[in-house]
């Protein structure tokens, strides 16, 4: 599958081989620099990674890539799709940013080579956890998942971390609830319909497109700021673009400028109808139907980041929830700064009135 529909020469999506082949080269150093500016020599080149491009979480750094933002600000931006644990397990040495679960930062905090968030796009963990019509037909409590398998994208992802929290909280016996990774969102689809589990969490459209033709029964819904804050005792943030640590004092010009790019999709999301919605829809063999597509992003809309910023007491929620399922010792615990900047999305909101 291609993002965007028609993309523009200068834009790229790299497929995984090439995104490994670029991690190879930026992992020689000084060697690599030369190669993240394109051709254009009025253009900076980043690569932007995320987990899968069919994901609405994405949508607001796929807008500015498809609407030209980039562009506008100096950048060619190269979109690559890879999984999360990439992310968790390699740091680079070039122009590579994330879109990524804010909550991701905090497992490489403590590294010379971490990763720095310095933008929100989810003010919710955007996700639902649903049950199946046909295995599990009586649900009433999340107690009623032990015995039972809970699809996930990958283990130990921020979709599992969530729903291992809501367990926690609801006292239900670990042991007893398996979580299987399903790797994409088709063949989590097509896990989910063979009975293969029983449950699922996960992000739109897919679960609007269960939900919609009666095969999923939404019982915690995550994209809803009233759910969330029920759920984590206070708003726990989804999405934010991350670069690395090390470039946000090395490399603030294009930091800034990629962060112009994604706010100023931001507010056009804010405002854009159907019609606008439709003209930037993806070519995609997972999602004909475009009332689903429509349907799935105003499902969405309560989750997007009204201001890009990451607030102290979402910043102090995420470590909570974070810290509530790892042993990790206090004293290597990260601190604010350590994680996350607003400085760069600050700028943002005066020049485009945020």
């Known amino acids: 599958m291609q993002y965007p529909r028609q993309p523009k020469p200068e834009q790229n999506i790299f497929t995984r081989r090439q995104w490994l082949n670029l991690m190879l080269v930026g992992s020689m150093g000084a060697m690599a620099a030369p190669r993240y500016v394109s051709a254009d020599t009025d253009k900076v080149r980043w690569v932007l990674a995320m987990d899968d491009v069919s994901s609405l979480v994405h949508l607001p750094v796929l807008l500015a890539h498809q609407l030209g933002y980039f562009k506008a600000e100096g950048l060619r931006v190269d979109i690559v799709e890879q999984p999360v644990n990439v992310f968790v397990t ?30 929100v796009t989810g003010r919710t963990p955007q996700l ?5 019509q046909k295995t599990l037909p009586g649900f009433k409590s999340l107690k009623d998942f032990e015995g039972h398998r809970i699809g996930v994208l990958e283990l130990d992802s921020f979709a599992h971390r969530c729903v291992d929290f809501m367990l926690q909280q609801a006292k239900v016996n670990p042991q007893r609830v398996s979580f299987m990774p399903l790797g994409d969102s088709l063949n989590a689809l097509q ?14 459209p897919l679960m609007t497109l269960l939900d919609k033709r009666g095969e999923i029964k939404i019982v915690r819904n995550l994209r809803s700021v009233r759910e969330t804050t029920r759920a984590f005792s206070g708003m726990l943030v989804g999405n934010s673009l991350c670069v690395p ?37 993806t070519d995609s063999v997972f ?8 349907n799935a992003i105003d499902n969405l809309r309560d989750s997007f980041s009204l201001d890009g910023m990451l607030s102290q007491e979402a ?14 010792g206090r004293s290597a615990r990260p601190t604010a700064a350590a994680t996350y900047t607003n400085e760069f999305m600050s700028k943002a909101k005066k020049r485009f009135h945020m």
């Not at 989910?192 to 996960?202: E, I, M, Q």
């Open 90 to 119: 390699n740091a680079s040495a070039g122009r590579v940013a994330w879109s990524v679960p804010f909550m991701q930062t905090l497992q490489s905090s403590q590294r010379e080579d971490a990763w720095h968030s310095v933008m």
């Open 128 to 132: 639902a956890l649903g049950v199946s």
């Open 287 to 294: 999602l004909p139907d475009r009332a689903v597509y429509l």
């Open 315 to 328: 910043h102090a929620n995420a470590l909570r929830v974070h810290y509530s399922l790892t042993t990790t």
């Open 245 to 281: 640590k090390a470039l946000v004092a090395k490399d603030p010009k294009t930091c800034q400028a990629l962060v112009n790019g994604v706010a100023r999709a931001l507010k056009w999301l804010r405002t854009a109808g159907p019609s606008d919605l439709l003209h930037t829809m």
């Open 191 to 204: 896990a989910f319909r063979n009975g293969l589990v029983d449950a699922l969490v996960a992000t739109d």
